[in-house]
């Protein structure tokens, strides 16, 4: 089993920065994906971020630019670094971990955006 517990979600205003993280623990394999997903009110989730081992990353176009995700194997941790947050980016954030087509995912940490 994987746990995943998420953290520094918030309120900030817009242009604001905030740093998001996922510890994992359990039965973490060397091969896995992290991602971030989103899920705003009223809309379906959606994929953020994602970070394979071998450190291919991507992201959606939307962030582009603006966040950057990056692991730290020895802990077992993925981080989202949001920068230029805009209004639209409000929404509740997910961290998931896929190894050998498990999925595993975090309660979320919520995010608002608003003056």
């Known amino acids: 089993q994987v746990q995943l517990v998420e953290s520094g979600g918030g309120l900030v205003q817009p242009g604001g920065s905030l740093a998001l993280s996922c510890a994992a623990s359990?039965?973490?394999?060397?091969?896995?994906?992290m991602r971030w997903y989103r899920q705003a009110p009223g809309k379906e989730r959606e994929l953020v971020a994602f970070?394979?081992?071998?450190?291919?990353?991507d992201y959606l176009d939307s962030v582009k630019g603006r966040f950057t995700i990056s692991r730290d194997y020895a802990k077992n941790t993925v981080h989202l670094q949001m920068n230029s947050l805009k209004p639209e980016d409000t929404a509740v954030y997910y961290c998931?971990?896929?190894?050998?087509?498990?999925?595993?995912w975090g309660n979320g940490t919520p995010v608002t955006v608003s003056s």
């Open positions: 998931n971990l896929e190894q050998w087509g498990i999925n595993y």
């Open positions: 970070m394979h081992t071998n450190g291919g990353t």
């Open positions: 359990g039965s973490i394999f060397s091969i896995n994906v």
